[in-house]
């Protein structure tokens, strides 16, 4: 995909996110540009099925953090980087599953390629994301053997 055709509305949709794979750094640079908005953050969320509490949960913020970012319209560069690092692992996970209801379930079941943790749990911290990254890395290379 071409760095020009895509922006932060590849959010929003569900075929369009899967677009998104793979997510150069310079693609999501390209795409928060100075933050993130509002709305595409909301749209991304009703695409993954992601709640507040689970975006604050991965954002480490809480509620009322949550509302003062909605309030200015724009999320800060670090928290939307930290959005992006979502998208990476969602579109990676569309193009894999195929279906948007397959990743997104499960996402929030046990998994035993992860010890039995729910792929969710591990969204809070860097190191979870970059588990998690490499879980679904790991399913593709088993599906391609």
């Given at each position: 995909m071409k760095l020009d055709s895509i922006?932060?509305?590849?959010?929003?949709?569900?075929?369009?996110l899967?677009?998104?794979?793979p997510?150069?750094?310079?693609?999501a640079a390209a795409i928060v540009g100075d933050g993130l908005p509002f709305e595409i953050v909301e749209g991304f969320m009703?695409?993954?099925?992601?709640?507040?509490s689970?975006?604050?949960?991965?954002?480490?913020?809480?509620?009322?953090?949550?509302?003062?970012?909605?309030?200015?319209g724009v999320f800060p560069k670090p928290i939307s980087n930290i959005i992006m690092q979502l998208v990476e692992i969602?579109?990676?996970?569309?193009?894999q599953f195929g279906r948007r209801k397959r990743f997104n379930s499960w996402m929030q079941e046990p998994s035993m390629r992860l010890g039995m943790i729910p792929p969710m749990a591990l969204i809070?911290?860097?190191?979870?994301?970059?588990?998690?990254?490499?879980?679904?890395?790991?399913?593709e290379t088993l599906e391609l053997q």
């Open positions: 922006s932060a509305h590849n959010l929003q949709s569900f075929e369009l899967r677009l998104l794979h997510l150069t750094e310079e693609e009703d695409v993954t099925d992601l709640s507040v689970d975006l604050c949960f991965a954002l480490n913020a809480t509620g009322s953090g949550f509302r003062a970012w909605r309030d200015r969602y579109a990676y996970g569309y193009c809070s911290d860097e190191f979870g994301l970059r588990e998690l990254l490499q879980a679904l890395k790991r399913m």
